[in-house]
């Protein structure tokens, strides 16, 4: 794939760094069990966000720009929404006894989901741009499917 320099003018439009910090909020008792993930730019690809995040933590994660939008380099207007989604966590049942006996010691998997309280999430283009749309948001988010399922989504204005 060639490399796409742009001219030197212009090179300050354009984003290769892009993180998103996202808080729980800390009164949201102990946050989620669940893997939560992030897409943006419309190509829907997830990438995960975190797992298990406790409340109160703040957790901050690189984008991977060319696997989320498909190329190196992208601009501000690239960044219209973002959707976050909660994939359910597994547990192991009991063990299986027959007549005293433990015949299957991981009997059942059962994919399990809690809410949790999503507090801010902040969008930072090459270190310098932060979007600010999302600062405040105190929402609480969860779902009872057993598969990955949109939880939240943001339109950047």
Known sequence: MPSITPPQDTISRFIDNLTVTVSIKSNSLIGTEDGIYISMGGLDIKQLLCESPRAGQSITVNID???MFDRPLIS???ITS???YQSP???FTKPDVVR???FNPYSTVILKSDTWQLGSLLVTANGIYTN???ASINQ???HESKHIYQVWSGTIF
């Open 100 to 102: 005293g006996l433990a």
């Open 76 to 78: 501000l207007a690239d």
């Open 65 to 67: 720009i060319n696997k």
């Open 132 to 134: 600010t749309t999302f």
């Open 140 to 142: 609480w988010l969860g």
């Open 89 to 91: 966590y597994s547990e």
């Open 82 to 84: 973002i959707q976050l």
